[in-house]
Structure formats: structure tokens, C-alpha cells
């Protein structure tokens, strides 16, 4: 998929912006503070229909002005366009194509997309909700259904939670066969996210340590083998077997026999929730072992495995963008990385055009100032 013109209204620091854009590169440059990332997030909020920094909805709307509003138009088989518009009474309204959405969840699998930023780096280095919620929102644009089910399974934990606390404090009468009820509940929309955590951290895992390997090699003195792992307290044994009932049963037989802990902590203890992934590097901890160097290259493999994954199993190309990491790259993997790039819109933000090695005769060039195009 492209998109091919993008319009912003009163979006971070853009008034107003309207441009067309190429199929494939486009690249916007220019000093700090101008605009760069504001736009790569609004293209990227048409994704997954929300910041990919985490800010609230009404930080974006421009100072001063009621409402912000996206607007992109696409060349693909199934979204020609995408419409946000969200005001200052909170109110979100997103159109896909001429159809308005019921609830923004809805949105997914509309523009399928990777971004890779600088805060990236974090998905090794700090702690596991950063990396859950990468794998979630990849996920999520694979099978918008499973979306959903996080939803829920956030639902009847937090329904569950207060039963724990309730029973903990003797307000629940009956609560053995309440607790049953909300066990029975998770353990089975929990098996579903387990079980699509697992598989796709599998099929990452190996295109990784392919992509890794290429990368790594031009810079590195010697190979070193990627491998990432879905950590989990079902056992590894039962997740390679790939069969949702029983992980289910594991889950629920987890809950059942450590309710009192439960009950004790007024919390949930098991369950994807709570889970990992690990980056190993010749079987090392990269959290523990790793230079900031193979991080960064760890975690370009990651996006890069994760854009092939998409396509492959989407049968659509997504986008690709890239928030300021080259000035983090030596050239050699600036190189490496840029080869592994093929056939998808790519859109990349950087602050000085020069150092950057891309052969920029293919790309469009945007400079931006102050939130406007400047010639
Ligand atoms: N809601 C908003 N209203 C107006 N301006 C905003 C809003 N939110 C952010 N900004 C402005 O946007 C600018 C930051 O833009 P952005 O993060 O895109 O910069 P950048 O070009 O990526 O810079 P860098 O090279 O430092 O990463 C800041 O000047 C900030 O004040
Ligand atoms: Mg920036």
C-alpha cells in the first residue's frame, strides 16, 4: 500500500498541511523541534488510531484550537482512505474509506505499518510492558480480532482483580464459585493471546536472525545469533505445541491452585499480562549482556522481520517508517539496513540530509520548518 497525499488540520505544531507523496521514499528533514516526528506519528495514528508516543489525544490538538483532523488517501486493494478527526469534548470520529467506525479498534488492519524510533532502543532495555505492547499492536494489525480480545481479557481482569480484593476483605460471600467463573473467563481469552504472542515471536525469531546477520556482518568481527523468545509461565513445552486448549487448561490450572497467593496480593498473578520476550544474543540476556551497538542492531532486525511478517502473511506491502535512527548508524549498516528495504513506502525523518547515505535521487525530499514545507 501507499499513501498518496496526506492532509493535516491544526495537528501538534501543523496548522495546516496538505502533500502529495511518493511511492517510494520520502524523506523529511530539517533542525530539531520543526515538525519531523509529529508528522511520521499523525501518519501513524491512522494505524493503530492513537500516538505511537503515548500522548493523549487532546495534547495533539494544535494550542489554542478546538479540534485536530487527519486525512490520508491510499493506493490498496482493500483502504483508499483513512479520516480522524478528534475535538475537544473528547469526541474521536474515524472514517475508512466513506464508512464511519463504531469503535477505533475497528481501524486495525486499515494501513498496516512499521515505525521504528529512537525510543525503540527501550524494547530491550526497559521493562516488559514496552515490549508486550509492541507485540500487541503487531499482532493486532495481522488479526484485528485479537485486538478485541485484549480488550476483553483487560476486561474480566480487572473484574477479577476486584474480586480478589473483595474476597480478601470477606465483602464476597460465595466467592469460590465467582472466582472459578472469572478463571474459566480468562484462562480462555488469555490461552487465545498467548497462543498468537508465541507464534509470532517464533516466526520473528527466525527472520531476524536472518535480517540480524546481514546486518551485523559488514560491522561485527564475528557472527553472533539472534534469538527471541515468548516468556511465559505456561511451559515452553505446552506452548510449541501451538493448541490453545491447552494452554487454557494450564492457565486455568495455575489460577486455581495459586488463588490464595492471589487473594493474598489482590491481583493476578499469571497470565500474558504478566508475560516476557527475551533477546538473546549467543544465548546471552541482551538486557544484561549487550553494548548499546547490538541493541540497536537487535532491534533494526526486529523491524525489519516484522515488516517482511506483515507482508508475507497480509499479502499486502505496508509501510515503513523511520524516525531519526540513522544519525544513531554507522555507514556500513546504514548500507546494510537500507538493502533490506525493498518494495515498500518508506518514510524517513532525519535532521541533516548530507551525513545521510541513501541515494537521494530515488527519494522525495520535505524540509520542514516551524510546521510547514519549506522549498
Ligand atoms: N499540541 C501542540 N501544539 C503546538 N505545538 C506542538 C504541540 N505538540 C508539540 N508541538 C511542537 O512540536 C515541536 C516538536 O516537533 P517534533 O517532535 O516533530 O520535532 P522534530 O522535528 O522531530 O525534532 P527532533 O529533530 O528534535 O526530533 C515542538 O516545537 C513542540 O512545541
Ligand atoms: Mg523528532
Redesign the pocket.
Known amino acids: 500500500m501507499f499513501i498518496n497525499h496526506i492532509l493535516l488540520e491544526n495537528y501538534?505544531?501543523y496548522t495546516s498541511l496538505d502533500i502529495n507523496l511518493s511511492n517510494d521514499v520520502n524523506i523529511f528533514y530539517?533542525n530539531?523541534?520543526?515538525?519531523?516526528?509529529?508528522?511520521l506519528e499523525a501518519i501513524f495514528f491512522t494505524v493503530i488510531g492513537k500516538s505511537f508516543r503515548g500522548t493523549k489525544d487532546i495534547?495533539?490538538?494544535?494550542?489554542g484550537k478546538e479540534k485536530f483532523s487527519i486525512d490520508i488517501s491510499v493506493s490498496d486493494d482493500i483502504t483508499e482512505s483513512v479520516y480522524i478527526k478528534y475535538n475537544k469534548n473528547k469526541e474521536k470520529y474515524i472514517k475508512v474509506n466513506s464508512l464511519y467506525l463504531r469503535k477505533t479498534g475497528q481501524l486495525m488492519g486499515s494501513i498496516l505499518a512499521v515505525i521504528f524510533s529512537p525510543e525503540d532502543m527501550q524494547l530491550i532495555s526497559e521493562g516488559p510492558s514496552v515490549r508486550r505492547k509492541f507485540i500487541d499492536i503487531a499482532i493486532s494489525q495481522i488479526k484485528p480480532t485479537y485486538y478485541f480480545d485484549l480488550l476483553q481479557y483487560n476486561k474480566i481482569l480487572l473484574q477479577k482483580n476486584t474480586l480478589l480484593k473483595n474476597i480478601k476483605y470477606g465483602k464476597s460471600k460465595n466467592y469460590d464459585g465467582m472466582l472459578n467463573v472469572w478463571n474459566e473467563q480468562l484462562s480462555e481469552v488469555g490461552a487465545k493471546i498467548i497462543f498468537e504472542r508465541s507464534k509470532i515471536i517464533n516466526h520473528l525469531s527466525l527472520v531476524a536472525k536472518e535480517k540480524h546477520l546481514k546486518i551485523a556482518e559488514k560491522s561485527a568481527e564475528r557472527e553472533e545469533n539472534l534469538k527471541i523468545l515468548y516468556n511465559s509461565d505456561i511451559s515452553r513445552e505446552i506452548m510449541e505445541e501451538y493448541e490453545p486448549e491447552k494452554i487454557k487448561n494450564e492457565l486455568f490450572y495455575l489460577f486455581e491452585s495459586k488463588s490464595e497467593r492471589e487473594i493474598e496480593r489482590e491481583m493476578t498473578l499469571y497470565g500474558p499480562h504478566r508475560d516476557d520476550i527475551d533477546f538473546r544474543l549467543d544465548d546471552k540476556d541482551m538486557k544484561k549482556f549487550s553494548s548499546q551497538g547490538q541493541k540497536r542492531t537487535a532491534v533494526l532486525s526486529l523491524k525489519l522481520a516484522e515488516l517482511e511478517i506483515l507482508k508475507e502473511i497480509t499479502g499486502r506491502k505496508p509501510i515503513f517508517l523511520l524516525d531519526?535512527v540513522f544519525s544513531e548508524l554507522d555507514d556500513k549498516r546504514q548500507e546494510a539496513f537500507l538493502s533490506e528495504i525493498i518494495d515498500v513506502q518508506t518514510f524517513i525523518?532525519c535532521?541533516d540530509i548530507d551525513t545521510f547515505k541513501y541515494n537521494k535521487n530515488n527519494a522525495s525530499l520535505f524540509k520542514?520548518k516551524n510546521g510547514s514545507i519549506v522549498l
Open positions: 501538534r505544531n530539517g530539531n523541534g520543526q515538525g519531523k516526528t509529529n508528522l495534547d495533539i490538538i494544535l494550542s531519526d525523518s535532521v520542514i
